[in-house]
């Protein structure tokens, strides 16, 4: 069963990483919130967990599932609706169930590019700050199978509760890695043999025409700005996305979906792997000579 929670004395006091003003978006916080974020971490062997706190019967039988299967049963703790927001970031919309859990570890691009297969995909986010976007985008990779994003270490979101409460669950599937330097990381995925593509509106092939079906990053940037000229000029080609002007462009979570959508059609009808891109050109060259 649940463990009662003692109701506090006074109602102000805030749980561990929580903020007494600002969005719930703005920092990291240790706790983690939203139905599919928190029963997608209990169930993760890989998440260190100290507390779940669930506030209705409905959720508490959820969680109780989970938590058997996982031998965690006695970290769940019952609690009002009201005492668990005290506990989390102001704004927060925790929807009767909240975890205080240890950060995932997340391997290096090092660690990333060793395990990557014939047929990778890996998405790199150019300065896209929004958490919700990036949430977003974080749980269509999880759907379609992508297993690492990498985004710069200044300019992108942290892995906060609202990011995770968005990715849905998909934080526990696909690892996030910082990175200081993303033209310079384009071209140690280019030594990988990964082609580079970055979606532009202005770009001259569909993204259909770009792609190949090997290993691929798909390269996104900011909304408004679009990508940044040094990561533009890594990329091997540049994509737009086909539309008819109804509006001006879609949002970047958006784009990510349709993009992560073709790579993996080409992968589900088991497309050989062919000549890189990079390799055939090398090779015509070589012809020449």
Request: glycine share 8%.
């Amino acid at each position: 069963m649940a463990r009662k929670h003692q109701h506090p004395g006074r109602q102000q006091v805030r749980g561990p990483g929580a903020r007494r003003k600002g969005g719930a978006d703005n920092a990291p916080s240790p706790w983690l919130f939203g139905i599919h974020a928190v029963l997608a971490a209990l169930g993760n062997p890989a998440r260190v967990c100290d507390r779940i706190l669930v506030g209705d019967d409905e959720v508490t039988n959820l969680a109780m599932k989970v938590a058997a299967r996982m031998g965690r049963v006695q970290l769940i703790e019952r609690m009002g609706r009201d005492d668990i927001a005290h506990m989390l970031p102001v704004g927060a919309v925790h929807q009767n169930i909240a975890m205080l859990a240890e950060p995932l570890e997340q391997p290096s691009l090092g660690e990333a590019l060793d395990r990557a297969g014939e047929q990778e995909c890996v998405l790199v986010l150019d300065q896209v700050t929004d958490p919700q976007n990036v949430g977003a985008i974080i749980r269509s990779a999880a759907a379609f199978g992508v297993r690492s994003i990498i985004m710069q270490d200044r300019n992108a979101p942290r892995l906060s509760g609202a990011l995770a409460k968005a990715a849905s669950g998909g934080l526990e599937h696909v690892a996030v890695i910082y990175e200081t330097n993303l033209a310079r990381t384009l071209d140690l995925l280019k030594q990988e043999s990964f082609w580079c593509v970055g979606l532009a509106g202005e770009g001259e092939q569909t993204l259909v025409d770009a792609c190949t079906n090997g290993r691929l990053a798909i390269v996104l940037g900011a909304e408004g700005s679009g990508l940044r000229r040094l990561v533009r000029e890594s990329c091997d080609a540049l994509a737009r996305i086909p539309q008819t002007g109804a509006v001006e462009s879609l949002n970047v979570s958006n784009a990510a979906a349709v993009a992560l959508y073709e790579f993996a059609r080409a992968a589900e009808n088991r497309l050989p792997v062919v000549m890189h891109p990079r390799d055939r050109r090398a090779q015509e060259l070589n012809t020449l000579v």
